[in-house]
């Protein structure tokens, strides 16, 4: 028990710290989640800030893959872990950089994987940071719940969603793990939201469009956003590039500046509120 409390402590020492806290979460996998979560990074530390990005998911860390840090390992010792700093100053933190092989599986039961995410916040170095982005994993189980009990001050979370129902169903599911464990809602992000053709910029519904959007207003949450589908993603994404920069498809980086827009004035919102 002193143990746990030594840690509770170094939480605490940690998140002093980090002026923001944003969670990223999906009800269900395969929606683009951590796309999303990396990319939010990405376009915060373009602007200047300096970023953390925790990879929170254990058992399927894509991070590393989408900020090109595979196979890249961390220094420094248990009670000091130091992430990996990318140019710029976003630093990434992911049980990937601790694993010696990239497709060794992480067989952990529950308390094991609540502890490893509680000493990612602990005993890593994440020092000043602007901002820490937390991907992570799908659903409301364990490791949800640990981060944001262990994080209670955190600003709140950012809820990603395709428009499709079967996404959407999870999602509402998701908004209300946020309210019920005392979280805010920052606000949805509805991903593959019409594909962009990269030959003429025409712009087609393929799994319609506007569902999270409607949801948001029906569960009373902000909509940040929509991000559409584009050929260049996927490519990009798998060299570890950034949806914002230049080479990015147009549609797709302006749609992250108004997401980070509409997050921020959100962030501002809530600092008014809790000063009165």
């Known amino acids: 028990m002193a143990e746990y409390e030594q840690q509770t402590q170094r939480i605490a020492e940690r998140a002093e710290d980090i002026e923001h806290i944003i969670m990223v979460l999906s009800g269900k996998g395969g929606v683009g989640k951590s796309t999303v979560a990396a990319n939010l990074a990405f376009a915060l530390a373009a602007q200047g800030h300096r970023v953390g990005l925790l990879d929170a998911d254990l058992h399927g ?4 893959l989408l900020t090109g840090l595979v196979g890249e ?3 420094g010792t248990a009670e000091a872990i130091r992430p990996m700093e990318l140019p710029g100053g976003l630093a990434v933190m992911s049980i990937a950089f601790l694993m010696g092989e990239p497709d060794q599986p992480t067989i952990w039961r ?10 990612f916040v602990a005993d890593v170095t994440w ?3 602007d901002f820490l982005i937390a991907d992570l ?9 640990t981060l944001m009990q262990s994080l209670p001050d955190a600003d709140g979370a950012v809820i990603v969603t395709t428009p499709q129902e079967a996404s959407l169903s999870d999602c509402r599911r998701a908004i209300n793990f946020v309210r019920k464990v005392g979280g805010r809602v920052l606000g949805v992000v509805e991903n593959m939201s019409g594909f962009v053709c990269p030959h003429c910029g025409e712009r087609t519904d393929i799994f319609a469009t506007g569902g999270g959007e409607r949801m948001a207003a029906q569960m009373d949450v902000p909509f940040l956003g929509r991000v559409p589908l584009s050929a260049e993603i996927v490519a990009l994404s798998d060299a570890g590039r950034p949806l914002v920069a230049d080479e990015a498809p147009p549609a797709v980086r302006e749609a992250y500046q108004a997401i980070i827009d509409r997050l921020l004035a959100q962030l501002a919102a809530g600092e008014v509120e809790a000063h009165g």
């Open 61 to 64: 860390p894509t991070i590393p």
């Open 73 to 75: 390992l961390t220094t």
């Open 110 to 119: 529950g308390p094991l994987r609540g502890g490893v995410l509680r000493q």
């Open 127 to 129: 020092g000043r940071r």
């Open 137 to 145: 994993p799908p659903g409301t189980g364990d490791e949800p719940l």
